[in-house]
């Protein structure tokens, strides 16, 4: 099998304990995944590091073929359609093998209704 | 039982579709709701209206008399910690008698690990 990464993708802030949620998200989600994937990586679109292209340097560095990017975001907005796209596109360029694809971002998932239901009745 | 209303508070963006985003999310959670809210309404922090005040004084004119912001949010920034509050401030400040509460940020929620793990594998 490919050996596969995850890089969740933030907007980043230069509030450091805004980054270091995402990081500790991070975390928690390689702990939830197991052996699905090799390892779950921050990477920021703008302010905080690693940026997004070198996120993705590192996991193909530690062997990755297959990278999962994971935009940590609410809405489909530019940075969505655009941003993070044309970011991936600077790695792919320097390696066309490696497979990278987007997930779907986090404010589309049909989950999110259940889990501001949760948070009101906590 | 008192009347009680969940106020959906978001960013808000010059993108409209980021807006309605906002809205469906609060059809969704009204209806997984149920009979425990008298209603869902949506409140943006800037640009998009109704504004947070707006949709505070709607709850009101339709008789709520206990409302939960509950901020749709990422992380605890300056948006979550002081300007929801504050804009909250303002309509206490009018209606004393009126209970309004702030739920916890959607970024907060344990949840969020699951969601993203189901956004990777779906």
Redesign the interface.
Known sequence: MLKRS?V?V?HG?R?E??NE?VYR?AQ??A???GP??AAVHCGFLEIASPSIPEALFNCIANGSREI?V?P???????HVAEDIPAQIALVTAQHPDIKISI???????P????????????
């Open positions: 995850v969740l933030a802030s509030r304990a805004s949620e998200l928690q989600l702990a939830l995944a699905m994937f999962i994971l940590y975001f609410l809405s489909q907005g530019r997930a779907p971002y986090l404010g589309s998932s989950l999110i209704g259940t889990v501001l239901l949760s948070l009101l009745v906590g």
